[in-house]
């Protein structure tokens, strides 16, 4: 699985709340039996005009987030369906790290598994970081997974939480099936003792 | 037995545990894994690059329901990116001997209609499948709840997730429902009370007078939305209701089996002293049948409400949320919701597509006919509801008043399988999400129940179905 351990990178802001895994990638995108190569079809709705030009003034399309690899998102990002292919968008276009208040349960599950860091901060944080990212474009955020530090560009730093496991599944980059594999004879006694 | 009061989440959890180490997640096991075309592909790539098989083939059912077309299957299918995932699930299926319900089997339909219909979904079970409205089988009883396609992998490797126990969430629903108010106005009034991401990290739990009284097509209806509430899993217990519903259909276990299940399955009910980390209380006396006006099914109001202001709004973030919903929806604020225009009306889905779904629709659509200028599709949720609603001479009332009869699919509920609205269209739907280009790039929906969504069909407009009860 891949790993995370630190970036530093420019912050993309996109404060809306409830972005929903829809609006990450529409579901007309999900015929596809790849994972590669989603990063074109990542906010296509709110990014293309319906003849396919890009919207200049959405986040994604313009200059100066080019490159960025941090996500600055509403509450509740990656409500609604299961696909992973959200994830898969977001980290073909470049995105590694998603900084909101809260984030859905199953976004957030399919999202380490694909190295993308989905970090929780208080409100008043967010509104920090956002008052930052709205006034200085160019600036950059340090994450920092092991000591669970953000690192704003005043210096000052904001504390995320992340359950231990996930932590060192990211930090080491472990296979979680090669970690349930290795119960595989605790699944065989389990069968055992099924009721017929 | 352990003497500590447990609720029917916990009851099931604890037996599924195959280990737990220490601040890890616990190795969960999969009694059920239910698999359909679009978010299984990657999965069996993953499987095969690492030399794996299927652990248990015999808890792995598959069908075809996302992005196959309603149109009879007869004709080659049109779509050629749609047309290569569906024979890439025959493919699949077929290498790593999994039963599918395929193009020609008389049991296809949307997962979550044919799970419980073959008797596949059970209480007491823990069920998976990649799809967030998995939660269905919780009707029964159930734990279920949807996966990535990461996870398909693992239990398809595996027959075991890794997952963290989440907490718990009692919504009691309480009193009788009045006429014209549904299972689906119960869950809309529940969701937009408490927020799409109200629900976060908790399983629901939905008891109370009003859910012992439903059908379990309703008890379905409201644990398919649990995750419109945010919780991953919504779960009903088990009762002679359920036992009622599942006697004699294919997978249920026979004769002494059954009974032995039977016992078990009423161990389930949670304990009378059993503590949830959260609560609510709905009076079913007092909902209305409810509509969305907004992009997200926490956006609903009474039928008979008004477009909330955003003005009246104090969190920034949250009226914002609200102004972006009313300018793509084309609504203003105070509008009443009654009376607004329709295009289009799309009776189905894994919310609303089983038989009762369709008799409530037909009971609203007999002697009457579509409104001009609206296009309505009735889409069953598998070919077995088709073929029931046929017996019954619902198509009939369908297609005479000017509806469009379709074959089984996902259809227009997630719009990548040719039925979709054109940009700036209006369509009342039975089905789930009103998110943003959900039925096509530039839709719009108003979510609502199957009789509200017959009434303003016959209406042309959204319409309150009791005034035509």
Same mark, same amino acid.
């Not at chain 2, 955003?310 to 104090?314: E, G, N, R």
């Given at each position: 699985m891949a790993q995370f351990t630190t970036l530093t990178s420019r912050v993309i802001p996109l404060?809306?709340?409830?972005?929903d895994t829809d609006q990450i990638? @529409?579901?007309?995108?999900?015929?596809?039996?790849?994972?590669?190569? +989603?990063g074109d079809a990542l906010f296509a709705d709110w990014r293309y005009a319906a003849d396919g030009?890009?919207?200049?003034? $959405?986040v994604l399309n313009q200059p100066q987030h080019?490159?960025?690899?941090i996500l600055l998102a509403g509450d509740n $990002? /990656?409500?609604?369906?299961?696909?992973e292919h959200a994830p898969w968008a977001l980290t073909a276009w470049g995105i590694r790290a998603v900084i909101t208040t809260d984030v859905a349960d199953i976004f957030r599950s399919n999202a380490l598994k694909n190295g993308l860091l989905p970090i929780v901060v208080s409100g008043a944080a967010h509104a920090k970081l956002l008052e930052f990212v709205e006034e200085l474009p160019q600036c950059e955020l340090q994450i920092d997974l092991a000591t669970q530090q953000l690192t704003l560009p005043d210096g000052s730093q904001v504390q995320f939480p992340i359950d231990e496991f996930s932590k060192t599944c990211l930090l080491q980059g472990v296979d979680q099936l090669g970690y349930i594999l290795n119960y595989s004879e605790r699944i065989t006694a389990y069968e055992a003792t099924l009721a017929g | 037995m352990s003497s500590t009061p447990k609720t029917l989440f916990e009851k099931i959890w604890e037996q599924h545990v195959v280990a737990q180490q220490p601040n890890s997640p616990a190795v969960l096991y999969i009694d059920l894994h239910l698999v359909h075309e679009v978010t299984s592909p990657q999965a069996f790539t993953g499987l095969r690059q690492r030399g794996l098989?299927?652990?248990?083939p015999d808890k792995t059912v598959a069908t075809m329901d996302h992005?196959?077309?309603?149109?009879?299957?007869?004709? @080659?299918?049109?779509d050629a990116q749609a047309a290569a995932q569906l024979q890439m699930l025959a493919d699949n299926t077929k290498e790593f001997g999994i039963a599918l319900h395929g193009?020609?089997?008389?049991?296809?339909?949307?997962v979550h209609v044919i799970g419980p219909e073959l008797g596949l979904t059970q209480p007491g079970m823990t069920i998976v499948c990649g799809?967030?409205?998995?939660?269905?089988?919780?009707? $029964?009883g159930a734990l279920a709840f949807g996966i990535g396609t990461s996870e398909v992998e693992h239990v398809l490797a595996s027959q075991c997730l890794l997952q963290t126990r989440p907490k718990t969430f009692a919504v009691r629903v309480e009193g009788r429902l009045g006429t014209g108010v549904s299972a689906k106005d119960i869950i809309l009034a529940l969701i937009a009370r408490i /927020?799409?991401?109200?629900?976060?990290g908790h399983v629901f739990e939905y008891s109370g007078s009003a859910i012992r009284g439903l059908t379990m097509e309703e008890r379905m209806t409201i644990c398919n939305m649990s995750i419109e509430g945010g919780a991953r899993a919504g779960m009903i217990a088990p009762d002679d209701v359920t036992f009622e519903y599942l006697?004699?259909?294919?997978?249920v276990p026979q004769g002494a089996a059954w009974e032995r299940a039977l016992q078990r399955w009423r161990? +389930? @009910?949670? =304990?009378?002293a059993a503590q949830f980390d959260k609560s609510i209380t709905i009076a079913?006396?007092?909902l209305e049948p409810m509509v969305t006006y907004g992009?997200? @099914? /926490?956006m609903g109001v009474p039928i008979s409400g008004r477009i909330p202001d955003?003005? #009246?709004?104090?969190n920034a973030a949250a009226r914002a949320s609200i102004e972006q919903a009313l300018e793509y929806m084309g609504l203003q604020p105070g509008?009443?919701?009654?009376? #607004?225009?329709?295009?289009v009306v799309f009776v189905g889905s894994c919310?609303?597509?089983r038989i009762s779904d369709l008799r409530l629709a037909a009971q609203v659509m007999r002697g009457r006919?579509?409104?001009?200028g609206v296009r309505m599709l009735v889409v069953p949720g598998s070919q077995e509801v088709k073929r029931q609603a046929e017996q019954e001479g619902l198509d009939r009332v369908f297609r005479e008043s000017g509806a469009e009869w379709r074959e089984a699919g996902c259809s227009m509920c997630?719009?990548?399988?040719? =039925?979709q609205l054109r940009p700036g269209q209006r369509a009342v739907s039975t089905s789930n999400r009103n998110f943003?280009?959900? #039925?096509?790039?530039g839709g719009r929906t108003f979510l609502a129940s199957p009789l509200t969504a017959a009434a303003s069909a016959v209406s042309g407009h959204i319409a309150d179905v009791r005034t035509l009860l």
């Open positions: 404060p809306r709340i409830n972005i990638i @529409p579901a007309r995108y999900l015929k596809v039996t790849d994972k590669a190569g +989603l030009t890009p919207i200049a003034d $959405f080019r490159g960025a690899q $990002f /990656g409500c609604g369906s299961s696909r | 098989r299927v652990r248990r992005s196959i077309p309603t149109t009879p299957l007869s004709v @080659p299918i049109a193009m020609d089997s008389p049991m296809r339909g949307i799809d967030s409205h998995t939660s269905t089988h919780g009707a $029964f /927020g799409i991401g109200g629900g976060g006697a004699g259909r294919r997978h161990a +389930l @009910p949670s =304990d009378a079913a006396n007092e992009t997200n @099914p /926490g955003p003005a #009246q709004i104090s509008q009443a919701l009654l009376g #607004q225009p329709i295009d919310t609303n597509g006919r579509v409104a001009s997630i719009a990548m399988n040719g =039925d943003e280009g959900r #039925q096509g790039k």
